[in-house]
């Protein structure tokens, strides 16, 4: 078992600490698990919008994040595991790219999450402003939500796609076929070498379903994407959660094996 997505206090809305995460992998079976709190928003986001900062860490603390999850490494280690990766997630809207590449510089990071969570400086997935979603038709907000991903994905700074269509989130999903927008980021993802997630965490939010959607999930088997697995973890007792169904719907589609990332390098697992 692997999980590559977890969130520790850090990042201003979640619980625990990276031990105690590594704990609770231990304590379900898990081999590898990364943590991967969200890097720090530019000041451009903050000023704009304050409420921002319980989205991520303030860059203040990013060396002590980093340093925290090494510990918790070496700690692991010599308790006879988990392997503990040093990852984060960077949001990846267009005009961030700089920013992020500066910080990603910085830090010998194993595992780079690249998401898309704003679209014009609107926190799409945050609960407190789904009121916004009645200003945008669905189709156009998904167009240009997927436009954003395969942006990201071409950006090179991330080495896997986080909850790919967490525009859906909240049960926004437009009538119709959504091939087009599904087989145009699976090619772009293709294309540019980047990985995707299943992530479990969707089967916890009112859209009841994995990141990414089965139909989606066929669209990036088809072209060769590679994937790997992660819970999305906001507290320990999430760790893992629903690995057995993301497992059950890779290898509905075909999928044999996963990615884990070792200073950003990819090796496959067997699922």
């Known amino acids: 078992m692997i999980d590559l997505h977890t969130h520790t206090w850090r990042c201003g809305h979640a619980r625990g600490t990276a031990s105690d995460y590594v704990l609770a992998a231990a304590g379900q079976g898990i081999s590898t698990i990364a943590i991967t709190d969200h890097l720090p928003l530019p000041a451009s986001v903050l000023t704009t919008d304050p409420a921002a900062a319980q989205y991520a860490m303030p860059e203040s603390d990013l060396a002590a994040y980093v340093a925290e999850v090494i510990e918790a490494r070496e700690l692991a280690a010599r308790a006879g595991g988990p ?16 920013y992020v590449r500066d910080l990603l510089s910085r830090y010998p990071f194993d595992v ?12 799409f997935d945050d609960p407190d402003r789904r009121g916004e979603y009645a200003s945008w038709d669905v189709r156009e907000l998904w167009e240009r939500y997927f436009g954003d991903l395969i942006t990201a994905a071409v950006s090179g700074l991330a080495d896997v796609i986080g909850h790919a269509d967490l525009v859906k989130k909240f049960g926004y999903v437009p009538e119709g076929d959504l091939t087009d927008l599904y087989k145009g980021a699976a ?10 997630e299943v992530n479990t965490a969707g089967l916890r939010k009112p859209c009841a379903e994995l990141y990414p959607s089965m139909p989606f999930l066929k669209n990036l088997h088809a072209a060769g994407v590679p994937i790997t697995i992660g819970s999305d973890a906001h507290c320990p007792a999430e760790v893992g959660f629903a690995y057995a169904e993301a497992r059950a719907a890779l290898t509905e589609v075909g999928y044999r094996s996963a990615l884990v990332f070792h200073g950003r390098q990819a090796e496959e697992v067997p699922l």
Do not use: K, R, T
């Not at 392997?83 to 790219?97: K, R, S, T």
């Not at 780079?112 to 926190?123: C, I």
């Open 83 to 98: 392997e503990v990766l040093l990852g984060i997630e960077a949001d990846l809207f267009p005009g961030n790219e700089g």
């Open 112 to 123: 780079v999450l690249g998401s898309v969570h704003f679209v014009d400086g609107w926190a």
């Open 187 to 196: 090619d772009a993802f293709a294309h540019s070498g980047v990985a995707v």
